[in-house]
């Protein structure tokens, strides 16, 4: 297929047009689209209306499906959708609006911290694919932040500095950032911290990424307040402006993120009155990120 990419960020961002999502994809579209994610680091698809069946075949193009196991608080009987997706909407299995006190709404409320998805997994996410089904009619905007920039803009002493650091990640520390705390016994052995480098290398493109999320707790060796005062520091810089792409949601939009060398959030939005229902695939990372040699 001869789909076109046009970059829509200074620094990253591919908008990607003819292209039909639907239909079988060559082997050479496949390595295009892979390559595309190393160099742009999120990719943009508009009007493309998928079952979810659709998107989870076009997903297998970058990988093996990461199933929606061990990352929620939702009970599988009370599950909307299958495992292959992530259900990131305000809606319960009947497509009700979770009520405001909801602890799956409370737990959820987690996605509008900068965060990188599964950093909490032992092995963390490749890429994640969204689509709007339905979208609230203000707000709800997701935000990416470009991860090999912000490196790049670091100064050579914080580079070296950062290069070996290693990291504990769990939906535990995340989640207490906003004060939720109550975890079942099963949840809190679920959830226990994992470890992830701080600096992650992209091996197509070269280019390092500082490897940050809210789901990041300490950083080993060091005492809890001066690693989260550091990271703190780290995150506001990733996360200036310059660095940031917000897309703004159509139904039909599906974006592609790679994990290795992005954040992202989503925008606050009156999720106790609109439904927001965004389906999300997940492609499986390949090996433990302190495994990797920079
Ligand atoms: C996600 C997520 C973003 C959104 O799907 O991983 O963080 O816009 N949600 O809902
Ligand atoms: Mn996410």
Known sequence: MGFSINKVHEHFVGAIEGIDLKSSLSNSDIRKLNHALDEFGVLVFRNQILTNEQQIKFSEAFGNIELAVGGNVTKEKDRRLSLEIADVSNLDKDGKIFARNDR??????????????????????????????????????????????????????????????????????????????????????????????????????????????????????????????????????????????????????LVVWDNRQCMHRVRPFKDTGEPRDMRRTTIAGQEETTKQTN
């Open 104 to 253: 799956r709404r409370m737990f959820n409320l987690g996605n509008r911290l900068w965060h990188s998805d599964s950093s909490y997994r032992k092995i963390p996410a490749k890429c994640s694919l969204l689509s709007c089904h339905s979208k609230p009619s203000s707000g709800g905007n997701t935000e990416f932040a470009f991860m090999p920039a912000a490196y790049d803009a670091l100064d050579d002493k914080i580079k070296k500095e950062i290069e070996e650091l290693v990291t504990e990640h769990s939906l535990i520390y995340s989640r207490g950032l906003l004060g939720f705390s109550e975890f079942t016994n099963e949840e809190r052995e679920t959830f226990k911290p994992v470890l992830q480098a701080l600096v992650r290398k992209n091996e197509t493109t070269d280019r390092k990424s500082i490897y940050l999320s809210a789901h990041i707790g300490t950083i080993v060796g060091w005492e809890m307040p001066e690693a989260r005062d550091f990271i703190r520091e780290l995150t506001e810089h990733a996360t200036s402006r310059d660095f940031v792409y917000a897309h703004e949601w159509s139904i039909g939009d």
